[in-house]
């Protein structure tokens, strides 16, 4: 039996779950505190799409910190041996989100694993791609192309990318 379809959840129960338990399946989609609370705070939700819309306004609202702070709450490209240790609570999503990286050639792997290094090196963060349907080698022309942004620059990349994550794990939730 397909696990995620048993636990999703409808809108309704959304609508009704006790703060502390929506706060934990709102912090699955998106590791930002300030995200979770001020998205609790807007419920009743009307459907999927009107969930989506106040995510995404929230997320808009939100600052570098709030962001940082999201992105801390992703394994890197491929280090996926990580994933149980660090980010049980999303494990499943995130490996099946990453499953690009399987089949990977080695040499893609070292680069991406340099790459990553030596992006977290510069920007202070790791490398935030929506990395659903992308192969290994798509991620990494991704990671040179992106490794010589200004800071600013990526910080509103790496935001965009980490809300493209978040859209399909809130799709996932419901």
């Not at 999703?8 to 338990?21: D, H, M, S, V, W």
């Not at 969930?51 to 997320?59: D, F, R």
Request: glycine share 6%.
């Amino acid at each position: 039996m397909n696990m995620e379809l048993v636990n999703k959840l409808t809108i309704e129960q959304i609508n009704k779950l006790p703060r502390p338990e929506l706060h934990q399946e709102l912090f699955k989609c998106c590791s930002s505190m300030a995200w979770v609370e001020n998205l609790a705070k807007r419920r009743p939700f009307s459907d999927i799409s009107h969930l989506i819309n106040e995510a995404q306004s929230v997320w808009q609202s939100l600052g570098e910190r709030d962001w940082l702070e999201a992105f801390s709450g992703h394994p890197q490209i491929g280090d996926l041996s990580t994933l149980e240790k660090k980010y049980g609570n999303t494990t499943e999503w995130a490996s099946g989100e990453q499953s690009g990286v399987g089949g990977a050639s080695k040499e893609v792997l070292v680069q991406l694993s340099e790459y990553n290094k030596n992006y977290l090196k510069k920007f202070g963060f790791i490398f935030i791609v929506c990395a659903t349907g992308k192969s290994a080698s798509e991620m990494l022309e991704l990671l040179k192309a992106r490794i010589d942004n200004k800071p600013e620059v990526e910080m509103k990349i790496a935001s965009a990318e980490q809300f493209k994550i978040t859209k399909i794990r809130l799709e996932k939730l419901i």
